[in-house]
């Protein structure tokens, strides 16, 4: 069994910083790459970023400039860290990671369960 989990969200002023983190726990013998993606009221999934085993990051465009992905190997967590934030950015944001388990051959996709960001004055 595997769990990942979000925490870190709330509400925040505009031009506000905020960090989430991901954690990964559980029967893990390896996490490949792990992701943010956020979905706002009415509006499909969208991709925050990526990041790669190594600590290399990708960025959706709109996001790049605020926006920064880092991980904790040691402790299987990924955080993401929001800086300058806009209303536009409320969304509950997910984490997905891909986790080969202990005794298995190939990895799985997991999902958070959402940690909801507010910005609003």
């Known amino acids: 069994q595997v769990q990942v989990v979000e925490s870190g969200g709330g509400l925040v002023q505009p031009g506000g910083s905020l960090r989430l983190s991901c954690a990964a726990s559980?029967?893990?013998?390896?996490?490949?790459?792990m992701s943010w993606y956020r979905q706002a009221p009415g509006k499909q999934r969208e991709l925050v970023g990526f990041?790669?085993?190594?600590?290399?990051?990708t960025y959706a465009d709109s996001m790049k400039d605020r926006f920064t992905i880092s991980r904790d190997n040691a402790k299987n967590t990924v955080y993401l860290e929001m800086n300058s934030l806009k209303p536009e950015d409320t969304a509950v944001y997910y984490c997905?990671?891909?986790?080969?388990?202990?005794?298995?051959?190939?990895?799985?996709?997991?999902w958070g369960q959402g940690t909801q960001v507010t910005v609003s004055s």
């Open positions: 997905g990671a891909e986790i080969r388990e202990y005794g298995k051959p190939v990895s799985s996709h997991y």
């Open positions: 559980g029967n893990i013998f390896t996490i490949h790459g």
């Open positions: 990041i790669t085993s190594g600590g290399s990051a």
